[in-house]
């Protein structure tokens, strides 16, 4: 991967402005945005990572965001752009929500936000999906009940704090496992709905499609009517004792 710093003051200039104001912005929508990053204290960006768009280089692309590796100070952070066509207004309900989820300590550390930024621990690793499709050979069954193991721990830990990720269903793309393994993306989550993490969560590895196949070629993991109904237990209850009998159910 080809590293490329740029001082924050370059991205006015293309293709780089194409980024920072993802997919259309106007001059002067590109020089506040600039302004905004100096104020956050962001020096540079360093274009590199799995996925392009054009011919630049980022970390990710959603909906909502695209997120690019910068420095601030000599630290390297992930900073989240809002993208000038996302259906929110401000980064203040992710802010909020990730604020939140850190508090119960979950999520990538919220460091700085502003209007059209947040900026947070950067992330060094792989999707989960990718993880595990790449796991092969000996422990590899071991290795990856532990990191199942934090997945769902994460997602007790949101439960118990009333916050709703709201897209565990599709958990492939929201798990980042590399050094540490966390959560990403609070955008879609919500303090006001009925939490359904662990369920949905251990019905994406487990139960559903894509990832459960993959999971099951591992290790071989209990009938489904086993799970559900293991699950339907702890989602009366919602209680540590049922949570650990989930896990024990699944053997992590
Ligand atoms: N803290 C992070 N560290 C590293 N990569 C990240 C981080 N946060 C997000 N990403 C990458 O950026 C992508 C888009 O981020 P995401 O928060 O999902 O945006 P959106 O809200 O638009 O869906 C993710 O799928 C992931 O690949
Ligand atoms: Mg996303």
Redo the contacts with the bound molecule.
Sequence with gaps: MKQSFLPVDRLIQEPYSGILGYPKATKKQIALRIVELQELGISGVLFEGPMTIGTVNV???????I?VLAKKGTKKI?L?IRRTDSPRKTMEQETILLRAANKAGVG?ILLHSSKNFIV????DGK?IFDWISDLRGKGSASKLKVVIKKVLSDCYRLDTAGIDHGELSNIT?HV?VGKSVKM??F?SSSLERRVSNVTSATQAIFIGSGLAKTVQKIYSVPPRPKIISVLREYKKQRTQQSFDNVLEILKI
């Design positions: 970390l990710g692309k959603g909906y909502a965001g997120v992930a989240k990538p947070m621990e950067y992330l999707k793309k980042i990403i993306d955008e």
